[in-house]
């Protein structure tokens, strides 16, 4: 997958993706919050959106990205020219309680796929997610998942596009003040070996 400028716009920046860097920490945390306060005010407390504590939130993906807590974990970043307009974060998966391991191989789960709104339909989500599935395929995993509120249509649409599907697999989390239903969706993967993915981006 190439980065290439956006169609239809000559002369704009290229749009691209990377591997996020511990200095894109700050940004990432920004994207996380603006994106939660617009697609999910209606499903979490307004606590957790509105009493954010951003420094906590910039410590933890410094972290992430600086000292992941495996090798198979990582943060990727999407990029309209210089400015960072989206993120995903991925690694091993959990098993579910009762859950065998899948007999093909590994599985990794996508912890977080986001876009900021005011960057939304150019493509980014679609090259983050596309950039998870190279990197996880060429290090041997076999499957991706995603826990989604079941209420999140938009994102639903998004998945279903891209090929993947619910796996009947439910749960609900405590958020302090309600309850919060989630869908686990996932796609297998068929092992492609990706042309290359590094620090500077997709190439």
């Keep these: 997958m190439t980065s290439l400028p956006r169609p239809g716009l000559p002369g704009r920046a290229e749009v691209s993706v990377r591997l996020a860097r511990p200095e894109d ?23 957790v959106l509105d009493d954010w504590d951003e420094t906590a939130a910039v410590a933890a993906w410094w972290a992430a990205v600086a000292t992941p807590p495996t090798p198979g974990h990582g943060v990727l970043v999407a990029l309209d020219g ?6 995903a974060a ?8 009762e859950e065998q391991p899948l007999p093909e191989g590994p599985t990794n789960e996508v912890t977080a796929l986001l876009v900021e709104p005011r960057w939304g339909r150019r493509g980014h989500g679609s090259r983050l997610l596309a950039a998870v599935t190279d990197l996880s395929a060429a290090a041997g995993v076999r499957r991706l998942q995603l826990w989604l509120p079941e209420e999140d249509d938009v ?26 239903r989630q869908l686990r ?19």
Excluded at 39 to 45: E, M, S
Excluded at 173 to 179: K, P
């Design 25 to 47: 920490a700050e940004a990432i945390a920004r994207v996380q919050v603006v994106t939660w306060r617009a697609a999910y005010r209606a499903l979490l407390p307004p606590a």
């Design 82 to 87: 210089s400015e960072l307009t989206g993120f």
């Design 90 to 97: 991925f690694g091993p998966a959990e098993l579910a309680p």
């Design 155 to 180: 994102t639903a649409r998004f998945l279903t596009g891209a090929g993947w599907a619910t796996d009947g697999w439910v749960r609900t989390l405590d958020t302090g003040s309600s309850t919060l």
């Design 185 to 203: 969706w996932h796609t297998l993967l068929e092992g492609e070996q990706p042309d290359g993915i590094d620090e500077r981006g997709v190439q």
